[in-house]
T-cell receptor
């Protein structure tokens, strides 16, 4: 669990600003998944990426949200023009191969939109 | 998505076994049963998963009913560190297997 590093742990933004959340997967893992947990709800899948490729973004909102996993550096989840409804905990998970069972989650980034 | 039903909360005494039930009557033949747990302010932690046969690992055991419509996560000896929300999730095999949808889970309290 501690192997997946997310930052920042807490982020406060005003409506209309941009939020960038970063995720470094566990060593040796090239598959990254982003999940969102809205207040009082369960985690929901957003997007699955491999290095330089988006594999599945079926859970991503159609507008304002984007994700990338460059050849070098962490995966980034970007939220443009944030609104109050974007306030949530965003979790990143990784796996050494396409996940068939075990995902390794980070401790999450908690976004608060004022 | 195939759904699971879990009790909202359970209590256990420390050092006693805990049986956490999960009903999944609409499970399909290709669905794995996954269990994760989440401590406050932390990310989910994988516990165990299985398809048809009972499974054991260092954290827990998973008992799967013969008809696969229910399963039970067994913590053999609860400790205070096991106090968490436990999620029972169905995930497909192969493509899309990472698309886990977490419900509300069971909040386990461990009494010293």
């Amino acid at each position: 669990n501690a192997g997946v590093m997310q930052n920042p742990r807490h982020l406060v933004r005003r409506r209309g600003q941009e939020a960038r959340l970063r995720c470094s997967p566990m060593k040796g893992h090239s598959h990254v998944y982003w999940y969102r947990q809205l207040p009082e709800e369960g985690l929901k899948f957003m997007v699955y990426l491999q290095k330089e490729n988006i594999i599945d973004e079926s859970g991503m909102p159609k507008e304002r949200f984007s994700a990338e996993f460059p050849k070098e550096g962490p995966s980034i989840l970007r939220i443009q023009q944030v609104v109050r409804g974007d306030s949530a905990a965003y979790f990143c998970a990784s796996s050494p191969q396409p996940a068939t069972g075990e995902l390794f989650f980070g401790e999450g980034s908690r976004l608060t939109v004022l | 998505d195939a759904k699971t039903t879990q009790p909202n909360s359970m209590e256990s005494n420390e050092e006693e076994p805990v049986h956490l039930p999960c009903n999944h009557s609409t499970i399909s033949g290709t669905d794995y049963i996954h269990w994760y747990r989440q401590l406050p302010s932390q990310g989910p932690e994988y516990v165990i998963h299985g398809l048809t046969s009972n499974v054991n690992n260092r954290m827990a055991s998973l008992a799967i009913a013969e008809d696969r419509k229910s399963s039970t996560l067994i913590l053999h000896r609860a400790t205070l560190r096991d106090a968490a929300v436990y999620y029972c999730i169905l995930g497909s095999v192969g493509a899309g297997s990472y698309q886990l949808t977490f419900g509300k889970g069971t909040k386990l309290s461990v009494i010293p």
